[in-house]
Structures are given as C-alpha cells and as structure tokens.
C-alpha cells in the first residue's frame, strides 16, 4: 500500500466499510502503521493514524469484500458451544481426514473447508451437495467453507455412518475420567509448578466438561449403536471375568493334587473356546451318493423257532 491508495477502512471485523485514503506511512519498528484521510460520511477530511489490520483491501473491490464479510458474519451467528466444538473436534480427528476435509479456526469460530467431495459424501453418507442446501456456505482458493451450522450437521451423519470409532473413544476417555475422579492426578499450573488435583475437582470437572460432550458424540452415534457398542464391551468384560475365575479353580485343584483333572479342564477351556471364526455356521453343499461314507451295522442276533 502506498500513498495515495484508497482502500476498505474497518474499525472491526463486522464494522461497516468506509472509503479512505493514504497520507502517510508510519513506519515503526516492529510494525507499520498508517495515516488515513476520510472521504466519505461525517469523517469526511478527519486523518487517523491506524494500524495495518483496519485496512481490508482496495476500495474498488469493496463489493465483493461486503458480499464476503456478510457471509462470514452469518457463520458468527451460528457459533457452536464449547461442548458442540469439542464434540465435532473428535469426530473429525477420528472419522474424517483432513486431506477430505479439515476444521479452520477462522473468525473465532469452527468452519469446515471440504477439499474432497465425494469422498466425504462416502464418509457421511449422503451428498455433499444435500448437506449444502440447507446451510451457508462460499468457495474459497478451490475449497467449500461450510458454516458452523453445516460443520454439526456433517459430525452427526459420520458418527451415525461409523460409531463405533467414537464410542469406543468415549469409553476409553470415561475410563480415564473415572480413575481420576477416585485418586486426581499429577499436573501443573499456568506458571509450571508442579500440583495436584482432588477427586472433588475432578469430578466436578467431568460433570461440568466431559459428561455433556460423551452424551452428545453418542446421541450422534444413535441408540442402537449405542446398545450394540455397550453389549460387546460387557460380554468382553464377562469373558475376562469368567477366565480369571477358571483360571483360579485350576491353580487351587492343582494345588490339592488334581493335577490331571485341572490339566482336561485347561484343555477344553481352550480347545473349545468360542470365538468369531468357529461361531458363524458354515453351510456347505450337499454330497453326492458316492461321497456319503458307508456305515455297516451289525444286525442284532434274532432268538427264533429252531
């Protein structure tokens, strides 16, 4: 930018655009500011010294900035919560690569920039182009930037796509907040000093942080995916619980010199283990006569008149 330049003046991001004109070039050491003229409304001739961020471009491209920044002040409107953004940050990082689409930080708040479309409508189940016809959206530098509202929309329908993913991060991280609500745990405060936290604070931590974000990622993920997720970790936890029992009923027999006993149960414990593989019934062809096996039997000694 240069002396005599005109260009977009904005006090703030969502400030209405006014038409000024450089002066003067204050250039400092670590930063460059400018001197502006007023041209239009009641600062009309009014000079400010201003820093660079105020300015947003030429004034002949004020327009198109408008139409843009107009956009952008919908997107704030539709700002997540913190929970909503926690949320849709795990999904993101567990379902979605960023070279399909990424979350930007851009205005303070979450947008999504979809690189890939296709492969994104296979991540979420349905078109790109349906999510769009319901939310806000722009294309920047060849990528869809999709509003807050969008970003949600596309969390949800990849958790109800593939949930098991995320519900398995939940229990993982409901694990973790258990341990710490029975002992707290070791961290540092803002200034590096070692400290530690009180199962109290822990707790309230998790009602307050991490109970609404798991109660959200799993009414995404759907009730029965829920149910089905919640099943599978019990009849696992059941199986470890069961083996542990067997595994100390052998060592006590062994113990009371049923060695042998204790070796035939060990064995069908594990020769006849359930597992997926032998699970699933197999269906085979029916054999030909020449592949049925012949069984001879030997008939009964029949006791009769002489």
């Known amino acids: 930018m240069d002396v005599g330049d005109e260009q977009i003046y904005r006090q703030r991001d969502f400030a209405p655009s006014e038409r000024v004109r450089i002066v003067g070039i204050d250039q400092r050491k670590k930063s460059v500011r400018y001197d502006i003229e007023f041209l239009d409304g009641d600062k009309t001739g009014t000079v400010e010294n201003i820093p660079a961020s105020r300015l947003r471009g030429p004034w002949a491209n004020v327009h198109e900035f408008d139409t843009h920044m107009a956009l952008w002040e919908r997107f704030c409107e539709q700002a997540m919560d913190d929970h909503e953004e926690a949320a849709v940050e795990h999904v993101f990082l567990l379902l979605i690569p960023d070279s399909v689409a990424e979350l930007s930080w851009d205005m303070k708040i979450w947008t999504t920039r979809v690189t890939d479309h296709d492969e994104l409508g296979k991540l979420i189940g349905i078109p790109v182009a349906d999510v769009l016809e319901n939310v806000d959206w722009f294309s920047e530098d060849g990528k869809t930037v999709i509003s807050p509202e969008g970003t949600l929309r596309i969390a949800e329908y990849a958790c109800r796509i593939n949930p098991l ?14 341990e710490r609500s029975k002992r707290g745990r070791n961290t540092t405060t803002y200034d590096n000093r070692p400290t530690t936290t009180s199962p109290e604070w822990e707790y309230s931590w998790y009602l307050e942080h991490g109970r609404p974000v798991h109660e959200m990622l799993r009414a ?13 970790e019990a009849a696992e936890a059941e199986v470890r619980r069961l083996d542990e029992l067997l595994a ?12 042998f006993v204790a070796d035939v149960i060990e064995r069908a414990h594990v020769d006849e283990r ?3 593989q032998n699970l699933r019934p197999v269906v085979d062809r029916p054999l030909k006569p020449s592949e049925i096996p012949v069984r001879y039997e030997r008939a009964p000694r029949r006791w009769g008149r002489w």
């Open 248 to 259: 100390r009923v052998i060592d006590e027999l062994k113990s009371h010199s049923h060695s």
């Open 274 to 276: 359930i597992t997926p």
């Open 165 to 178: 993913p995320v519900l398995d991060h939940v229990i993982k991280d409901e694990k973790e907040y258990r």
């Open 220 to 232: 995404w993920c759907g009730h029965r995916a829920v149910s089905l997720q919640e099943r599978l």
